[in-house]
């Protein structure tokens, strides 16, 4: 089993060095800084307050002849169609696309292909320090497994073997139904937390303003309660708990995580590094709202509205 991920950053060098320890035939692509600190130190990560080397296969070029089983994009949204448009003329049949996106899977599967996508979202969060070095984990199974559908919602034997390759590498994991409902649902709640940070005055402590951790959840609320209406169900189902739980309960809950290590690891640290990419989702999500208030379509539809937009 031959596995390529495609973007060396936070998410994808925790995978590769997941994959390579379960003795996968890993390879990773990177460029730039990253592609050079890898090619001379490897890839190194922390496990356990050690520091270990991946062993991995550093790739600063992709031939169209260099086939593997699956292909992990692992990029920001911003750098996604840059990333399908090198990859379009690769072999590979199966390319799992961890991004953070509402784009249609359609206008996807029209650069590369139709049926090479395999939507999905990575459960994982940490960063890569100033030595270049991995600090990275995977969120708690009970909070967000790796989670991956096919577009159609069916079981494939792809979707067998990517569940028997994480399964391998101890790496949580969810097949869904409808991943785009999965991923709307991520947005409603990620949004807000990022915004929560933009606006702090101490972003490192933004779980010690009231006044932003209830408007937080005022948010998350009523990002739920449109969603639930509109698609008549929430992805996963937890997600309910966001419109049943009291105002100041919700905001109890949420300074409670932002102070904690794991708001730290898996919320803070994504948000400060990445907030162009979250800002245009923050635009993407309401946009999407906004459109589907006026219209009054059911949130199914969003991918072919997308589409036409």
């Known amino acids: 089993m031959r596995i390529l991920i495609y973007g060396a950053g ?36 922390k496990k356990k307050q ?30 996604l169609y840059e990333a399908l448009s090198e990859l379009k003329n690769n072999k590979s049949d199966t390319i799992v696309t961890m991004v953070n996106s509402l784009d249609s899977y359609k206008k996807w599967e029209d650069i590369v292909g139709k049926g090479r ?31 991956f559908a096919e577009i159609s919602g069916n079981k494939s034997e792809r979707t067998k073997q990517f569940s028997k390759i994480l399964k391998c590498a101890h790496v949580p994991y969810q097949e869904v139904k409808d991943m785009h409902i999965w991923q709307l649902c991520h947005l409603a709640m990620v949004v807000p937390i990022a915004d929560a940070y933009y606006e702090a005055d101490c972003p490192e402590r933004a779980g010690r303003d009231w006044k932003i951790m209830k408007k937080t959840a005022k948010r998350l609320k009523r990002n739920f309660n449109f969603l639930r209406k509109q698609s008549g169900r929430l992805s996963p189902g937890k997600m309910n708990i966001f419109c049943f739980l009291p105002l100041s309960i919700l905001a109890i809950m949420l300074a409670i995580t932002f102070e904690s290590s794991f708001g730290d690891k ?9 907030p162009d990419e979250m800002r245009e989702l923050h635009k993407q999500f309401y946009a999407y709202m906004k459109r589907m208030k006026k219209c009054g379509c059911k949130a199914k539809r969003y991918s072919d509205w997308r589409k036409k937009a």
């Not at 080397?53 to 593997?68: M, S």
């Open 10 to 45: 936070v998410i994808g060098s925790l995978y590769a060095a997941l994959f390579a320890e379960a003795g996968y035939d890993t390879s990773i692509y990177a460029r730039g800084k990253r592609l050079e600190f890898l090619k001379k130190n490897g890839l190194l990560y």
């Open 266 to 274: 898996f919320m803070y640290q994504h948000a400060m590094k990445a």
């Open 117 to 147: 996508i395999l939507p999905a979202f990575p459960g994982a969060g940490g960063s890569i320090n100033n030595d270049g070095i991995l600090d990275a984990a995977l969120t708690p199974r009970m909070i967000q497994p790796t989670t």
């Open 50 to 79: 050690n520091i270990k080397r991946a062993e991995i296969t550093i790739l600063g070029e992709l031939p169209d002849n260099d086939i593997y089983d699956f292909i992990l994009l692992t990029v920001r949204e911003n750098q």
